[in-house]
Every structure is written in structure tokens, then in C-alpha cells.
């Protein structure tokens, strides 16, 4: 059974059709690398599977679970959102960590919040996942005394702490200097090759080749292709995938 099925999913803003019919499934385990050029609808997509943004219509299903039914859930209680964004972790581009908090306080805040752990275990885990991202130095560190890369390894740390099934990643060294870039795809591998499921939308082609083990190349709120790295990115059958890589390779 697939750990995430997208199906039609659809999202408008007024006028503008954003999402046109997205449809992708994947493995747990799986990581799926989403590219395509500004506005293709990349984040929104990554929105609306976190419940950030409610889609227009389609489904969302998580191991089995419909999280959202167009069909059904136009009227969605907050309280049931925050319940299923837990099934999401989310990577911005922007750091998003709560400047007059520690870094441990930034881990251990949302597991305590949500009720998911005691203190004495959010704080636990917490050392346990900044040793994952290389900073358990750092935990005592105010957030906003840390370089854009350390931040960024925190907040990859803050999302795994809900233990989410899938953590999703929006485009997430856009925001750094290009020599902080390698510490923060360096931890996303790790994650990778420990079997965690990955959505990671980047432009980082050299990353997609490396660590995905499928492409989904978005265009105008569609996909119009998906398939392994090597298909996708070495020998792309739609032009428009051919035209993208061009110019991102150049």
C-alpha cells in the first residue's frame, strides 16, 4: 500500500487554476523530488498536502487514511487541520524557528503542544535528532545567533520531531548562501538513505540525480512527467522537461 496517494487534487486562487488534476503516489521510504520552473505550482502543491492551503478538490490519503475529500471536506474544523498536518513535516525556505526560543526549545515546543510527549521525552528525542543534523552543540544556542545552514538543519530537526510519516521539503537551500548549500543537502540524504519519506521540490539538479529515487516535473499546475531520476533527468521524453533541464544544466 502506497503511504501517500494524490488524486486530482485540484487548487484555484480566484481566477487563477493553480493545481490542475495532480495525481502521484509513493512508497514509504520513497523519496520523490518535484522540479519545475517559478510558478508551476510546486509549493502550493506542497501546501495543500500540508493543509496550509485547503485544496478545491480532489484526495489526499495517507496509509490508507483519506485525510481530504473534496468531495466531503469543505468545511474542515480547524482542530481536524491540525490533527492531519501532523501526518506532514514541512522544510521552508525560509527558516520559520522562533528567534527568542533556544534551539532545544524550538524542538521540543510542538510535541509538547500537541500533546505527543512528556517534557522529559520531547527533550530526549530532541538531543537525539540534533544528532542526526550534526548541531547537539548548539542546543543551548539562541536560533538567531546561527548561520542560514544551521538553521535550516534545526528546522529540519523541528519537523522530524512530530515524527511525521512524510516530511516535505520547499525548496529548502534556496534561501542560503550558495557555501552553506552542501551541510543542509548533506543532512537530507542522511535522512534519505535512512529510509524516510521524502517530497523534496528543489533546483538542485545534481541533488535529484543523487538521492531521488523518482522525478515529478510540474508545468502550469500539471505533471507532465514523472519517472526515475535517470528517465526523467537523463533522458526526458516531454519537451517541455527537455527545454527545463536545458536551462537549468546550463
Same mark, same amino acid.
Given at each position: =500500500? ?6 486530482n487534487?485540484?487548487? #484555484?486562487f ?6 490542475? !488534476? $495532480?495525481?502521484?503516489? =509513493? ?5 520523490v ?12 502543491? @506542497?501546501?495543500c ?14 496509509? !490508507?487514511?483519506?485525510?481530504?475529500? !473534496?468531495? #466531503? ?8 487541520l491540525?490533527k492531519?498536518? %501532523? ?9 520559520? *524557528?522562533?528567534p527568542? %526560543?533556544?534551539? @532545544?526549545?524550538?524542538?521540543?515546543? &510542538?510535541?509538547i &503542544?500537541?500533546? @505527543? ?16 543534523? !550534526?548541531? +547537539? ?11 542560514g ?6 528546522a529540519?530537526?523541528? &519537523? ?19 557555501? @552553506? ?6 543532512? $537530507?540524504?542522511? *535522512? ?6 521524502l ?18 516535473? =510540474? ?24 527545454q527545463? *533541464?536545458? +536551462?537549468?544544466? &546550463?
Amino acid at each position: =500500500m502506497a503511504i501517500l496517494e494524490v488524486k486530482n487534487l485540484k487548487k #484555484s486562487f480566484g481566477a487563477q487554476e493553480v493545481l490542475k !488534476g $495532480i495525481n502521484f503516489e =509513493m512508497d514509504k521510504g520513497e523519496v520523490v523530488v518535484i522540479i519545475g520552473s517559478s510558478g508551476s505550482g510546486k509549493t502550493t502543491l @506542497l501546501r495543500c498536502l500540508n493543509f496550509l492551503e485547503t485544496a478545491d478538490d480532489g484526495q489526499i490519503i495517507v496509509d !490508507g487514511e483519506t485525510l481530504f475529500d !473534496g468531495a #466531503s471536506d469543505k468545511n474542515e474544523k480547524y482542530n481536524d487541520l491540525r490533527k492531519k498536518r %501532523l501526518h506532514f513535516g514541512l522544510v521552508f525556505q525560509q527558516f520559520n *524557528l522562533f528567534p527568542h %526560543l533556544t534551539v @532545544l526549545e524550538n524542538l521540543i515546543e &510542538a510535541p509538547i &503542544a500537541h500533546k @505527543l510527549a512528556s517534557r522529559k521525552d520531547a527533550i530526549a528525542r530532541a538531543y537525539e535528532l540534533l544528532d542526526v543534523v !550534526g548541531l +547537539r552543540n548548539k542546543a543551548d544556542a539562541w536560533s538567531r545567533h546561527l548561520s542560514g545552514g544551521q538553521q535550516q538543519r534545526i528546522a529540519i530537526a523541528r &519537523a522530524l520531531a512530530l515524527n511525521p510519516r512524510v516530511i516535505l521539503f520547499d525548496e529548502p537551500t534556496s534561501a542560503l548562501d550558495p557555501e @552553506l548549500v552542501g551541510e543542509v543537502l548533506d543532512v $537530507i540524504k542522511k *535522512l534519505a538513505r535512512s529510509g524516510t519519506t521524502l517530497v523534496v521540490v528543489t533546483h538542485e539538479i545534481g541533488f535529484a540525480r543523487e538521492v531521488a529515487d523518482r522525478v515529478v516535473f =510540474m508545468v502550469d499546475g500539471k505533471i507532465v512527467e514523472q519517472g526515475s531520476s535517470d528517465e526523467v533527468l537523463n533522458h526526458p521524453q516531454h519537451q517541455r522537461t527537455r527545454q527545463f *533541464l536545458s +536551462r537549468a544544466l &546550463a
